[in-house]
């Protein structure tokens, strides 16, 4: 099992930043892929950003050139920089890692953060 712990939500003005954060523990070996999900009340979870062990990212095109993602190999932590907050960015962000056993993929979730982007 991973355990996914994340940090760094909250309430932003438009235009404002966060720093999301996301450590994994417990079984975190053969990780090979870190990011995170969004969902707003009343919608499905979307794909935010993803990082694979490498330096390979991919970004929701309502994201690019607003948030970075990164990852500390090392610690198994991923990191979300969200700049130039948007309304549209309130929703609970999700950590998730997927991790290869036998040829089969497990993914595994966070808790949840909220952020809020609010004047």
């Known amino acids: 099992q991973v355990q996914l712990v994340e ?3 909250g309430l932003v003005q438009p235009g404002g930043s966060l720093r999301l954060s996301c450590a994994a523990s417990g079984s975190n070996f053969d990780i090979y892929a870190m990011g995170w999900y969004h969902q707003a009340p009343g919608n499905q979870r979307e794909l935010v ?4 062990s490498g330096t390979s990212t ?3 095109d309502s994201v690019k050139g607003r948030f970075t993602i990164s990852r500390n190999n090392a610690e198994n932590t991923v990191y979300l920089q969200m700049n130039s907050l ?4 309130t929703a609970v962000y999700y950590c998730f890692a997927d991790r290869i056993v036998l040829a089969k993929k497990y993914t595994y979730w966070g808790q949840g953060t909220q952020v809020t982007v609010s004047s």
């Open 58 to 60: 991919n970004y929701a």
């Open 86 to 89: 948007k309304p549209e960015d």
């Open 49 to 52: 950003a993803v990082i694979s």
């Open 7 to 9: 940090s760094g939500g």
